[in-house]
């Protein structure tokens, strides 16, 4: 008889057979923690990660020959909103005024989004979400800003908290009343109503994030502080939308408040990343976004990581820039950003997960996480940024259960 063999472990779920694991951890040197080997996975959290053969599972995902990562992380998404506006799109490619009737805008946005109801405003939104689930994501933030309003800034942030229970996705829910001025208002009896719910949405739970589009034509330096202000004392961390078309100064707000994040940056100074990467506060870069509105000044975001702060990726999927595909976003990051895959990968989750102060529960396969993977049928890293606009993700695992899978697995070495 012999003890050569020894029990193995049994957990709930291994994952094997792939041509590498990324960890995206920490420390990792590459930044992707390239390893072979394996996962497991008990409990909803991960137990092991690289050799797994001490471990034996009655669910076993074999990867056959693909990439093994941690689930995207969509740092900056608006996905909840009724309408659409594919004919102001289509006008504006073709550089036409969009035409009569058609809905434009973030206000007209605001007004077939009041005009949805809870039901549809929700089924839509869930649509969209499974779409993002079945392209690898994983965790998504997902802002209010489309009610301008009490009843629907509240639907909103409510339509999210039903949709988390709903849903194979962890959501991340942020109140943005300060997305822009709703037609006509009285601006300083807006700000008012928006601190008040700012005030009401942290007493009732309703977000974990308050944030503002900070920007010429939108919300004012003064009218940001205060807002944010009282976001923080009613338990909301600030999030701003910073200098996406015009230079405002509230880099240095956001620095001494401590934003989680700051978002778009495209006309953020060197000094002033600089002084946000001291004080801890990560960048979200939106590439789909820039190219959606074919912006004047893109961002360069290796300039947000010479700056050495964290930099996170995100869809910005909303009425004005459809997408949701983190892949995609990856390819755009690094094909129009200039980003390495290694940087455009770490990004689309460590980084994002910090965007979302969760970089200690998601976004990394290390032992004690959230088990958060997704297995893609390419051969290597570099595939993912190189192959366009195809879904490479097979295989979606979310708190340790498998919640999308897409039949059949094609092989990686069949060359397509
Ligand atoms: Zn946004």
């Given at each position: 008889m012999s003890t050569q063999h020894q029990e193995r472990a049994r957990v709930d779920l291994l994952v094997t057979g792939a041509a590498e694991v990324l960890t995206c951890a920490a420390g990792a040197a590459d930044l992707i923690g390239s390893t072979s080997g394996g996962v497991a996975v008990d409990g909803g959290l991960i137990v092991a990660v690289g050799d797994i053969s001490s471990y034996a599972a009655e669910l076993v995902i074999d990867a056959r020959g693909g990439i093994v990562l941690p689930g995207f992380v969509d740092a900056h998404t608006h996905v909840v909103f009724g309408?659409?506006?594919?004919?102001?799109?289509?006008?504006?490619?073709?550089?036409?005024?969009?035409?009569?009737?058609?809905?434009?805008?973030?206000?007209?946005?605001?007004t077939a989004t009041r005009a949805a109801g809870r039901d549809a405003l929700r089924k839509q939104a869930a649509a969209r979400l499974r779409e993002m689930v079945e392209h690898?994501?994983?965790?998504?933030?997902?802002?209010?800003?489309?009610?301008?309003?009490?009843?629907t800034e509240i639907a909103?942030?409510?339509?999210?908290?039903v949709l988390q229970q709903q849903l194979p996705v962890d959501l991340a829910s942020t109140f943005l009343g300060a997305h822009a001025f709703p037609p006509g208002a009285d601006q300083a009896a807006y700000v008012d109503l928006v601190v008040r719910l700012a005030q009401r949405v942290g007493a009732e739970g309703l977000a974990e994030f308050c944030d503002v589009?900070?920007?010429e034509g939108y919300f004012d330096l003064a009218q940001t502080e205060r807002i944010l202000r009282a976001g923080l004392e009613a338990g909301l961390a600030p999030k701003v939308h910073l200098d996406a078309y015009?230079?405002?100064?509230?880099?240095?707000?956001?620095a001494e408040l401590g934003a989680t994040s700051v978002d778009h940056l495209n006309l953020t100074t060197d000094a002033e990343l600089t002084m946000l990467g001291e004080a801890g506060v990560a960048g979200v870069y939106m590439p789909c976004l820039d190219y959606a509105v074919?912006?004047?000044?893109?961002?360069?975001?290796?300039?947000?990581?010479?700056?050495?702060?964290?930099?996170?990726?995100?869809?910005?999927?909303?009425?004005?820039?459809?997408?949701?595909?983190?892949?995609?976003?990856?390819?755009?990051?690094?094909?129009?950003?200039?980003?390495?895959?290694?940087?455009?990968?770490?990004?689309?989750?460590?980084?994002?997960?910090?965007?979302?102060?969760?970089?200690?529960?998601?976004?990394?396969?290390?032992?004690?996480?959230?088990?958060?993977?997704?297995?893609?049928?390419?051969?290597?890293?570099?595939?993912?940024?190189?192959?366009?606009?195809?879904?490479?993700?097979?295989?979606?695992?979310?708190?340790?259960?498998?919640?999308?899978?897409?039949?059949?697995?094609?092989?990686?070495?069949?060359?397509?």
């Open positions: 309408g659409s506006r594919a004919q102001e799109y289509a006008a504006r490619v073709a550089g036409r005024q969009p035409p009569a009737g058609a809905v434009v805008g973030i206000t007209g946005t605001m690898g994501t994983t965790t998504v933030e997902s802002k209010s800003g489309y009610g301008l309003d009490t009843e909103t942030l409510d339509t999210n908290r589009y900070c920007d015009s230079h405002t100064g509230a880099a240095a707000l956001a074919r912006h004047p000044q893109p961002l360069d975001p290796r300039r947000v990581l010479d700056a050495g702060m964290e930099l996170a990726l995100a869809t910005d999927i909303c009425p004005g820039c459809w997408t949701t595909s983190m892949q995609l976003a990856i390819q755009m990051a690094c094909r129009a950003g200039g980003l390495s895959v290694a940087q455009a990968l770490r990004a689309a989750t460590l980084g994002s997960a910090a965007a979302l102060g969760r970089a200690d529960r998601v976004g990394s396969l290390e032992v004690g996480k959230q088990a958060d993977l997704i297995v893609l049928d390419v051969p290597s890293p570099e595939d993912i940024a190189y192959r366009l606009g195809r879904n490479n993700v097979t295989t979606v695992v979310r708190r340790g259960r498998v919640v999308h899978e897409s039949n059949p697995a094609p092989r990686p070495e069949e060359t397509r």
